[in-house]
């Protein structure tokens, strides 16, 4: 993978990125990868690999619900039953 350097990053946006990681569960580079490619559009020509690419991401991070969630099985079990 390529590396690149910047300078002259301002210190909030700095904390702000951190921040932005923190909440995400990531690292400041994650983060900033992350945002570049949402900021960056893709070549609209090349949609096989933006599909791709897409489902790799969502198979990376996929959602866990927080300790406590209700199971969906129970509550459409619960919806039926009334």
């Known amino acids: 993978m390529a ?3 910047l300078e002259n990053v301002p210190e909030d946006l700095v904390r702000r990125i951190e921040r932005l990681a ?3 569960r990531q690292t400041p580079e994650a ?3 992350h945002l570049l490619e949402e ?3 893709r070549d609209p020509n090349d949609e096989r690999t ?3 690419d897409l489902l ?5 991070n996929p959602i866990v619900p927080t300790p ?3 199971d969906s099985v129970e509550l459409l079990r619960e919806d039926r039953n009334r």
Do not use: S
């Not at 790799?56 to 990376?60: H, K, P, T, Y």
């Open 31 to 33: 983060a900033i990868v």
């Open 68 to 70: 406590g969630t209700p």
């Open 3 to 5: 590396v690149l350097h």
């Open 50 to 52: 933006y599909v791709r």
């Open 22 to 24: 923190e909440r995400i």
């Open 39 to 41: 900021a960056v559009p």
């Open 56 to 60: 790799d991401r969502i198979r990376q």
